[in-house]
C-alpha cells in the first residue's frame, strides 16, 4: 500500500539505533503517530528503556547477519505491511586521517555503510510489497568534510550516493527513499566520538601529536559545542515523521539553521573558499 498523510496501527516501522539520541526520539514520535515501532536496540538493558506502547524492542546489531536476517524474519512474519524503514545506527570514529589505523576506518564504514545497506537489503522485498520508504538518516558531514571527521564524513558521503542510486532504482517500483539531513544535534553519539577521538589521540606516536595538537583541541570544542547548542533530537524526529507521513517527500530535509546554509555553501562556494570558512569555524 502506497504511503498516505495519516498512518493506522496496522502499519510498522523499522527504526535503527533506537537506544538513544534520533532513534530513541524517532521510535517514540513514530508510536505517537499511531505505527507499530520495531526499535533496534543491541542490549538487553536498553531494550527494558524503550520499551513502550507501540514501540516493541528488538536486539539488533546491524553488523550481525544473524540479527539482521532475524529482523527481516519477524517483519515478514507480521500480517502489518511494513511503511518505513528508518537507518540511524552509527557510530562517530574521528581522528587525522594520517594517524587513524585501518581497523578503525573498517569499524566505522562496517556500522555507517556496510550495516545499513544490509538492513536494507533484507528489508527491501517487504518495502516492495507495501511501496513503503526508506529514510536514512545523514549529517551535514555528508556535505562537508570538516579536518578530524575524515572518516565519519567518507560513511556519509558514501550513503549520500548509496541513496541516491536506491531512489533511482526503486522509486519506479512505489518505494520512496529521503535522506535526514541534521546539523549539530545534542546526541550521545558526540559523547561517544569524543571519547573515541581521545582514546585515538592517546594513540598517535609522539610526532603526530605535535603535528595535529592544534587540531584536536579545535575538534573537541566544536563537538563540545554541539553538545550544548544543538538541537534536541525530536526536532530531528519531527523531520523523520514527515519524511513518512507527506504523500510526495522530498529526496533530503536539512534539519536546523546550520545544516542548511551548509548545503547550500557547497553550491555556491569554490572549495578553497570553503576550506577558510570550514577552517575559521573550528578556530583553527
Same mark, same amino acid.
Given at each position: 500500500?502506497?504511503?498516505?498523510?495519516?498512518?493506522?496501527?496496522?502499519?510498522?516501522v523499522v527504526v535503527t539505533g533506537?537506544?538513544?539520541?534520533?532513534?530513541?526520539?524517532?521510535?517514540?514520535?513514530?508510536?505517537?503517530?499511531?505505527f507499530h515501532v520495531l526499535a533496534?536496540?543491541?542490549?538487553?538493558?536498553?531494550?527494558?528503556?524503550?520499551?513502550?506502547?507501540?514501540?516493541?524492542?528488538?536486539?539488533?546489531?546491524?553488523?550481525?547477519?544473524?540479527?539482521?536476517?532475524?529482523?527481516?524474519?519477524?517483519?515478514?512474519?507480521?500480517?502489518?505491511?511494513?511503511?518505513?524503514?528508518?537507518?540511524?545506527?552509527?557510530?562517530?570514529?574521528?581522528?587525522?586521517?594520517?594517524?587513524?589505523?585501518?581497523?578503525?576506518?573498517?569499524?566505522?564504514?562496517?556500522?555507517? =555503510?556496510?550495516?545499513? &545497506?544490509? %538492513?536494507?537489503? !533484507?528489508?527491501?522485498?517487504? /518495502?516492495?510489497?507495501? $511501496? *513503503?520508504?526508506?529514510?536514512?538518516?545523514?549529517?551535514?558531514?555528508?556535505?562537508?568534510?570538516?579536518?578530524?571527521?575524515?572518516?565519519?564524513?567518507?560513511?556519509?558521503?558514501?550513503?549520500?550516493?548509496?541513496?541516491?542510486?536506491?531512489?533511482?532504482?526503486?522509486?519506479?517500483?512505489? =518505494?520512496?527513499?529521503? &535522506?535526514? %539531513?541534521?546539523? !549539530?544535534?545534542?546526541?550521545? /553519539?558526540?559523547?561517544? $566520538? *569524543?571519547?573515541?577521538?581521545?582514546?585515538?589521540?592517546?594513540?598517535?606516536?609522539?610526532?603526530?601529536?605535535?603535528?595535529?595538537?592544534?587540531?584536536?583541541?579545535?575538534?573537541?570544542?566544536?563537538?563540545?559545542?554541539?553538545?550544548?547548542?544543538?538541537?534536541?533530537?525530536?526536532v530531528v524526529a519531527a523531520a523523520?515523521?514527515?519524511?513518512?507521513?507527506?504523500?510526495?517527500?522530498?529526496?533530503?530535509?536539512?534539519? *536546523?539553521?546550520?545544516?542548511?546554509?551548509?548545503?547550500?555553501?557547497?553550491?555556491?562556494?569554490?572549495?578553497?573558499?570553503?576550506?577558510?570558512?570550514?577552517?575559521?569555524?573550528?578556530?583553527?
Open positions: 500500500m502506497n504511503a498516505t498523510n495519516s498512518s493506522t496501527p496496522a502499519e510498522l533506537a537506544s538513544t539520541g534520533i532513534g530513541r526520539a524517532s521510535a517514540r514520535r513514530l508510536a505517537a503517530d499511531g533496534g536496540v543491541r542490549t538487553e538493558a536498553a531494550a527494558a528503556e524503550v520499551k513502550a506502547g507501540r514501540v516493541e524492542p528488538v536486539l539488533l546489531d546491524i553488523t550481525d547477519e544473524g540479527q539482521v536476517a532475524a529482523l527481516a524474519d519477524r517483519v515478514g512474519a507480521d500480517r502489518r505491511p511494513l511503511r518505513a524503514v528508518v537507518n540511524n545506527a552509527g557510530i562517530a570514529v574521528n581522528a587525522p586521517i594520517e594517524a587513524l589505523p585501518l581497523p578503525e576506518w573498517r569499524r566505522q564504514f562496517d556500522v555507517s =555503510v556496510f550495516g545499513q &545497506v544490509a %538492513v536494507i537489503q !533484507a528489508l527491501l522485498p517487504a /518495502l516492495l510489497r507495501s $511501496g *513503503g520508504r526508506v529514510v536514512n538518516i545523514g549529517s551535514t558531514g555528508g556535505k562537508v568534510a570538516m579536518p578530524g571527521f575524515g572518516a565519519y564524513s567518507g560513511a556519509k558521503f558514501a550513503m549520500e550516493a548509496i541513496s541516491d542510486s536506491l531512489r533511482r532504482e526503486v522509486e519506479p517500483f512505489g =518505494v520512496s527513499v529521503a &535522506v535526514i %539531513v541534521p546539523g !549539530a544535534v545534542r546526541t550521545r /553519539l558526540t559523547e561517544r $566520538g *569524543g571519547a573515541t577521538a581521545a582514546r585515538l589521540a592517546e594513540a598517535m606516536t609522539p610526532e603526530q601529536r605535535t603535528r595535529y595538537a592544534g587540531l584536536m583541541t579545535a575538534f573537541r570544542a566544536t563537538t563540545e559545542s554541539w553538545g550544548t547548542g544543538g538541537l534536541d533530537a525530536s523523520v515523521s514527515k519524511a513518512i507521513h507527506e504523500r510526495k517527500p522530498r529526496t533530503r530535509y536539512a534539519v *536546523g539553521r546550520d545544516a542548511a546554509v551548509m548545503t547550500r555553501l557547497t553550491h555556491l562556494v569554490s572549495d578553497r573558499l570553503l576550506d577558510r570558512m570550514v577552517r575559521r569555524t573550528m578556530g583553527l
